[in-house]
């Protein structure tokens, strides 16, 4: 299974961007496609999931309500849709994907990751 994300880039605060990840290879047994961040000095945290067969949605608290994570299953890619950016929500952005079921918000339990794309939020 490879994992591409895309859709980083520099923008303003209170601007939007949205990010994709597209997987190839063998995505049957997908389960959870997921989203992490790591800002410089800090450890990778949890930013969104959601369920590949039943589309249900997950978000840590500092995203909910500005970001949505969305699918397309017949292209096999998951999307992060993030408006109101702030300063703080700088980071590379990493997509995961698991293949059986697992603790969503815990990346050491995901089974592929995508090389990270970086979002910059500039004040």
């Known amino acids: 299974v490879q994992l591409q994300a895309s859709g980083g880039g520099l923008v303003q605060a209170g601007g939007s961007l949205r990010l994709s990840c597209a997987a190839s290879g063998r995505t049957g047994s997908t389960y959870y496609m997921g989203w992490f961040r790591q800002a410089p000095g800090k450890v990778r945290e949890f930013v969104s999931a959601?369920?590949?067969?039943?589309?249900?949605?997950y978000y840590a608290d500092s995203v909910k309500g500005r970001f949505t994570i969305s699918k397309d299953n017949a292209k096999n890619t998951v999307y992060l849709q993030m408006n109101s950016l702030k300063p703080e929500d700088t980071a590379g952005y990493y997509c995961a994907m698991a293949t059986k079921p697992i603790n969503y918000y815990q990346a050491l339990e995901y089974h592929y990751w995508g090389q990270g794309t970086l979002v910059t939020v500039s004040s």
């Open positions: 959601i369920s590949w067969s039943g589309g249900r949605t």
